[in-house]
């Protein structure tokens, strides 16, 4: 319990600190505004303990979208952590109390998935940060799951590359690029099919209860592992980009569970030193 209470206490300072600036930034359209919250998660993984193994390499070219499996809501502060990224999240988030407004801070947007009439209205709006410079992650399963199976990509809102080719004047391609997360250990040992829910928040877990036991775990290991980015002009087809990376998604997935945790040496004891002889 003291341990949740000092992380709590640190985040809220953290939080204090840096929020002058995340406004000004986002008031004045400045490039703090995507800069501090990459910080803020950096230090937030520091203060949970969640410890990331990065495979592979982010792509650097613009624009870019990121698609990803979903398994709990630390993938939020693992990717912000490794790039300064946005996300596309269901619009019940924005009304959370704290993380919605937290959600906001860092320019996500919201979508309605039951209405699909708003689908056209969402891709624009992807469309239009990823025209902007921003890298944006779309969680493609539409859901989260266990960490162990990837759900099904759903191609919906991969139009979104369509959009921005159609609207952009300067580019003729949008670079995809799938991204894997396969939480490997919890609290120090590898993570098996019983402790998956202690990491995994999908179904109807309690978010709350949930996130209480991830702060006093003690430590997260996670493998975060990039796919092959492929650039596509406007004539691909969004299910084949949705299926490929899908593809690309679940085989990265299974060879960081395979993996697991990364082997982290151990000191060996100091040599005991030898008794004085006696007089």
Same mark, same amino acid.
């Given at each position: ?111 309605? !998935?039951?209405? $699909?009439?708003? =689908?056209? @209205? +969402?891709? &624009? ?121 899908? !593809?690309?998604? $679940?085989?990265? =997935?299974? @060879? +960081?569970? &395979? ?21």
């Amino acid at each position: 319990m003291i341990r949740i209470i000092l992380i709590a206490l640190a985040v809220v300072i953290l939080t204090l600190v840096l929020l002058p600036f995340q406004l000004i930034g986002l008031a004045f359209e400045l490039r703090l505004q995507r800069t501090i919250p990459h910080w803020y998660h950096r230090v937030l993984c520091a203060l949970i303990g969640v410890r990331i193994r990065e495979v592979g390499r982010r792509s650097t070219a613009s624009p870019t979208l990121i698609l990803s499996n979903h398994v709990s809501w630390l993938d939020i502060c693992v990717i912000t952590a490794l790039a300064p990224v946005v996300f596309v999240a269901k619009s019940e988030v924005a009304g959370w109390p704290v993380f919605g407004w937290l959600a906001k801070l860092q320019r996500t947007i919201f979508i309605n !998935r039951q209405a $699909r009439h708003q =689908t056209g @209205a +969402a891709t &624009r709006e992807i469309a239009g940060r990823l025209l902007g410079g921003d890298a944006v992650v779309l969680f493609a399963e539409g859901t989260s799951s266990d960490g162990i199976r990837v759900l099904p990509f759903r191609s919906s809102l991969v139009g979104a590359v369509h959009h921005a080719l159609g609207a952009g004047t300067h580019h003729t391609h949008v670079t995809v690029q799938p991204m894997s997360l396969a939480y490997v250990g919890f609290g120090g040992v590898p993570i098996g099919r019983g402790l998956r829910e202690r990491v995994a928040w999908y179904g109807d877990a309690d978010l709350i209860p949930h996130l209480l036991h991830v702060l006093s775990s003690g430590a997260v290991d996670v493998t975060v592992s990039w796919g092959e980015a492929t650039a596509y002009d406007i004539g691909a087809d969004r299910k084949a980009i949705a299926r490929d990376a899908e !593809r690309s998604v $679940r085989r990265m =997935t299974a @060879a +960081a569970l &395979r993996a697991g945790p990364p082997v982290r040496a151990i000191s060996p004891p100091a040599p005991k030193q030898p008794l004085p002889e006696p007089a």
